[in-house]
């Protein structure tokens, strides 16, 4: 069974930080761009970071450029995204995606695996 399986969330206070871990069942992930998107609640997932198959490229959304970094292990299976400086506004479930594709991209169409998602919550 093709699973992905996201750690790390939880209740945090503005300014803190988070690392969130996305392991997946499959060896052919690591041939693909991986990904994060959140939904915040009555709202529509978003793009937050993606990172090309071999780490070398990644792309982030406007609101979390220069807070959150996103990184990859092949060796492991797995993809990361370290949250620094959180905000109320970054509250949601976090989700990683697998790629049809080998290069970084936002585009929700693009990923075909998802994991089940993991809660933030940023308390002002």
């Known amino acids: 069974q093709v699973q992905l399986v996201e750690s790390g969330g939880g209740l945090v206070q503005t300014g803190d930080s988070l690392r969130l871990s996305c392991t997946g069942s499959?060896?052919?992930?690591?041939?693909?761009?991986k990904a994060w998107f959140r939904q915040a609640p009555g709202k529509e997932r978003e793009f937050v970071a993606s990172?090309?198959?071999?780490?070398?490229?990644?792309s982030y959304a406007d609101s979390v450029k220069d807070r959150f970094t996103i990184s990859r292990d092949n060796t492991k299976n797995t993809v990361n995204l370290r949250m620094n400086v959180l905000k109320p506004e970054d509250t949601g479930v976090y989700y990683c995606?697998?790629?049809?594709?080998?290069?970084?991209?936002?585009?929700?169409?693009?990923?075909?695996?998802w994991g089940q998602g993991t809660q933030v919550t940023v308390s002002s």
């Open positions: 990172i090309n198959w071999s780490g070398g490229t990644a």
């Open positions: 499959e060896r052919t992930f690591n041939n693909f761009a």
């Open positions: 995606a697998v790629s049809k594709f080998y290069s970084s991209r936002d585009n929700i169409d693009d990923y075909d695996y």
